[in-house]
C-alpha cells in the first residue's frame, strides 16, 4: 500500500536507491504529491452489469492509459478493478522530491497541442506552470566537446536547417492521427533513420550537428535507431514549427505534478485500486476473461484493458495469444533507453539551454533558477556512456554543455532496469510502421489494448496514454453494449 510513501520525502541525492532492482522500493518512498489520497484499495460498489462476473472490467496497469480507462469505464456503468504491479500510480510519470523542489522523474510537459491530455487539465481545473529553459536566454551547441554560444544568427540558422529537414512532413503524414494516410510516402520515411536522412540531406555541417542533438533527446537514443517517419510524427504534432514543437515537447507542466493528475481520474471514477499486484496472465474463456495475479488470485471479467508498456506486456500470458508483432517489437524494444537527470548546482548560471553531440549530455535546460543555486534537467542518450550515481562523472558530462558548473547533487531513476517500463518513452525504430504497425492495438475479443506506446498521434507521451485508455474504453462500452 502506498501508506509508506507518506512517511516521509525520499532523498533523491542517494541516487543509487532508485535503480534498477530498487525500482518498487523507489516507487514506495518517492511518491509525493497526494500519494495518501490513494492510500487504500478502494472496493468499487455495485453488482456487475454482466452477470457471472468478479467485475465487469479489469483493467491492467495504473499508469496515466490505465487511470483513464478505469475512470471511463466506471461512467459507463461498469464495476471496474484497476490492477497494478507497483505499489504507486503513474506509471512512467512520477513526481518526485529533489533537494525541495518538486521534480518529475518521468514524463513531464504536456501542451494544447495534445488533446487528450489538456482536456483533463481543463476537466480538472489543474494549473500549469512552465520551464524556464524552454525560453532560453542563451542557447549553445557542443559539437566533439568543442562549445560554441549560439548568436542569434546561428540559432536562426540552426531553426531554418530544423525547417527544410521537416518540411516534408506536412506531404508525408497530413493527418497526424492516421500515419499511414499517405501510405507510399508514409513507408518511405519510416523505412530510413533520422541519421541516414540527415546525411542526405542538403543542409551545413552546423545544422546537422544541430538536428542530431535535439533528435538524440527525442529518441533518447541516436539518431540511428528513430526512423525519420517518427521525427517528422513528432514535428508536426507539435505544430511543424520549431518553435511551437519545442514548446510542445519542453515547455508547460502540470503545477501540482503528474500524480495530481492519475489521482484525479481515479478518484473520479471510483474504480477499486489494487496496488503491488502484477498479473501473470489473461486468459480469454469464451464471454468471459480470466485474469491471474502473482498471488495466484483468479479473477473473473466480461472484458479486460490492458494498459501496459510496449516493453513488458509480453511477460504476460495472453491466451489468445499477443499478436507476433507486439512480441517482437517488445522485445526490440522501442527507442527509448537514455536518461534524464536532475542537477542542482551552485549559484545561478542562467536561464539556458544546451545541447551537444558526441557527448555523455545531450541535452540540458534550467528547470529553476533559486539565486544561490539552479536546478537543471538534463537528458542522455546512453546509460552506459555516464554513471548517473558518480557525481564527479556528472559535473564533467555537465562542463561540456555549462562550463565552469559546480555540482550539488543529482538525481535520476533507472527506468531501463525497472521490469515494468524496461525502457523510457516510445520512438519506433526504422521499418517499424511496414513490420508491425497492423498489430498494435489489435484487440483480441474481449481483450482490449490502450497504452501510450501503440497508439497513435502523440504515442509516448501521457497524451496517447491518456488517449489510448480513453478509447479502449469506449471500444468495452461498444463491445459490451
Ligand atoms: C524519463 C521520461 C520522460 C518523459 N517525458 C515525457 C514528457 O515530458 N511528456 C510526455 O507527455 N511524456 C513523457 N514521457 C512519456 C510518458 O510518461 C509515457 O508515455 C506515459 O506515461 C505512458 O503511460 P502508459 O499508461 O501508457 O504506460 P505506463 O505509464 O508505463 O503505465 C503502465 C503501468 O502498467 C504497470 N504494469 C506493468 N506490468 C504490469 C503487470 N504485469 N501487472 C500489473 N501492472 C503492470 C506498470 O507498473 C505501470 O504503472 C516520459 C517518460 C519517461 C520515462
Redesign the pocket.
Known sequence: MQDKANQGTIDLNRRRFLGGAGALAAGTAGVLAGGGALAAARESTGACKVPGCDYDVIV???????AAASRDCMENGYRTLL????NRL????FTADFEGTHVE??????HHTQPFVWAEKERYNLEIVETPGAVPDRMALTIDGKRLELSLAQIHEAIAGWQSFTDAGREIMPRNWDILYNRDAALQADSVSVRDKLAQADLTPFQKQFISAIVATMAHNSPDAMSYIEMLRWHQCGGGYFPTFMDA?GRFSLKDGTIKLVEKMVQDGGAEVRLN???KSVHERGDRVAVTTAQGETLVAAAVIA???MN?IF??DFDPPLPAGVVEAGRQRHTGVGF?LYMKVQGDVGNLLSVATSAPLDFVMTYKQAGDHTILVGFGQDPAALDTADNRAVENALRQLVPGARLLAATSYD?NNDP??RG???SYRPGWLAKYYADFQKDQGRIFFG???HGEGWR??????IG?GIKAAQRVKDKLA
Open positions: 491492467i496497469g495504473g499508469g496515466n492509459a490505465g490492477l497494478e504491479a507497483r503513474g506509471g512512467r510519470t522523474l518521468g514524463g513531464f510537459w504536456i515537447v499486484t502484477p498479473v494498459c501496459l508498456p513488458t511477460n504476460i534524464k527506468w515494468y517500463a523510457t518513452y516510445c497504452s501510450s506506446d509516448g507521451f501521457i497524451d496517447g496514454a489510448g
